[in-house]
């Protein structure tokens, strides 16, 4: 099993960065990935770390800390249109197959 | 390419009533997923298929959901009675079958959802 924790709700300025954080406990870790979700809309993929370090795509980015159970996703140069649910998923190797679990997902304002 | 396919996109029901959802994955991917996902939560997944083999259904409640892909490609998911508690949207994603030990092949791709009201 797996537990996952990030906040709730987070809020931002536009043209600010903001780093969402996401804290995990499994047994099998092999793997981290980032989702966007529009308030309803289905989720979709922002990033993915197995190793240690930082991950850079555009203006996100994705920082994963195996040893401490931890990892961040960073966004740089906000827009209203990054106001989204931000969803942290992690999969355990288990039995032959992947098996993801997902945080509650932390709602991100972004304000003018 | 064409995206994951779901229907319907919404359902209303009353209580102790049947429902059905369908999904049909992006072609060629082996893995597909059904997750259900409560107003201001994460997806929860409920059942976890490769090919037409269950993976994962230890968070499916048995009694009253079931889930098949017969041949592989499309799956149903079905609850027979609903409660009050399953509304919920409904959201199925597909994936290529990764190697062991390996970076993803592709990530999940999920569906529009359908969102279910059991009233």
């Known amino acids: 099993g797996q537990n996952i924790d990030q906040p709730t709700e987070m809020t931002a300025t536009e043209g600010a960065i903001v780093q969402i954080n996401c804290t995990y406990q499994?047994?099998?870790?092999?793997?981290l990935f980032w989702y966007q979700q529009h308030a309803g809309e289905a989720p979709t993929f922002l990033s993915y770390?197995?190793?240690?370090g930082l991950e850079e795509k555009g203006r996100f980015s994705s920082f994963l800390s195996r040893s401490k159970g931890y990892s961040y996703l960073l966004l740089k140069e906000l827009q209203m249109k990054d106001s989204a649910s931000y969803l942290c998923?992690?999969?355990?190797?288990?039995?032959?197959?992947?098996?993801?679990?997902f945080g509650r997902g932390t709602s991100l304002i972004v304000h003018p | 390419e064409a995206g994951v396919a779901q229907s319907p996109r919404y359902k209303i029901i009353e209580k102790r009533q049947s429902v059905a959802f369908w999904c049909n994955p992006i072609?060629?991917?082996?893995?597909l997923y059904w997750y259900q996902q409560i107003l201001g939560q994460g997806p929860k997944l409920l059942i976890q298929?490769?090919?037409?083999?269950?993976?994962?259904d230890s968070q499916l409640p048995k009694d009253r959901f079931s889930a098949e892909r017969l041949k592989g490609v499309d799956s149903t998911l079905k609850i027979q009675p609903a409660k009050l508690e399953d509304s919920a949207v409904y959201l199925c994603?597909?994936?290529?079958?990764?190697?062991?030990?390996?970076?993803?092949?592709?990530?999940?791709?999920f569906g529009p959802g359908t969102r279910l009201t059991v009233l």
């Open positions: 298929f490769q090919n037409n083999g269950v993976v994962d």
């Open positions: 770390n197995v190793l240690d």
């Open positions: 998923a992690v999969r355990e190797w288990e039995g032959g197959s992947y098996i993801p679990t």
């Open positions: 499994t047994s099998g870790f092999n793997g």
């Open positions: 072609s060629g991917h082996a893995t």
């Open positions: 994603a597909s994936s290529l079958r990764e190697p062991a030990g390996g970076r993803p092949l592709g990530t999940q791709y």
